[in-house]
C-alpha cells in the first residue's frame, strides 16, 4: 500500500481510509491535465466518485479562476465513435491481407500451370516431414 494512504478504523466492515494532502493533490493534478478520469480514481482507490469531486473543489488550481473543465473527457458516444473507427481499419487492413493471400494463390495456380509441377502439394509435403534429415545413399 502506498505511503500516502493510511488505514484508520473499520466501521460497518468497510475500513477508513485517510488520503494525504499530496496524494490529494497529485490526483486532481492528474484530473486538470486529462491524464486519468474520476471514474478511473474511483476504481484504483476505492474511493467514492463524490469525494474525488471534493478533493477537485478543494485543490483544483483552475476552480478558483473560474474556469469550467470537462472532467470526464471520453464520454461513451466517444468511446463508442473511437471503436468503430479502430474497426474500420482493421476490416480494411483484413481485406486487404485476404486480396493479397487470394493474389499469391493465384500466382501458385500460374506457375503450377506454367511449369507443370504440383507446387502446393510440393510445399505441404516438404513442411510435413518432421525432422527434415534425409539419409544419405550409399553404393
Known amino acids: 500500500m502506498s505511503r500516502s494512504i493510511k488505514k484508520g478504523v473499520r466501521t460497518n466492515n468497510r475500513q477508513t481510509r485517510y488520503f494525504s494532502e499530496s496524494f490529494k ?24 466518485r463524490s469525494a474525488v469531486y471534493k478533493w477537485l473543489n478543494k485543490y483544483s488550481i483552475l476552480r478558483p479562476k473560474g474556469v469550467r473543465q470537462v472532467i470526464e473527457p471520453m464520454s461513451d458516444s466517444k468511446k463508442l465513435q473511437d471503436l468503430r473507427k479502430k474497426i474500420a481499419e482493421l476490416e480494411r487492413l483484413l481485406g486487404q491481407k485476404q486480396v493479397e493471400l487470394e493474389f499469391k494463390n493465384k500466382l501458385i495456380d500460374v506457375a503450377e500451370e506454367m511449369y507443370e509441377v504440383d507446387i ?20
Open 25 to 48: 493533490r497529485e490526483k486532481v493534478k492528474q484530473l486538470e491535465s486529462n491524464l486519468i478520469r474520476v471514474t478511473d480514481i474511483s476504481r484504483e482507490y476505492e474511493v467514492s
Open 120 to 139: 502446393k502439394k510440393k510445399l505441404g509435403s516438404q513442411l510435413s516431414s518432421g525432422t527434415g534429415v534425409t539419409e544419405a545413399h550409399t553404393d
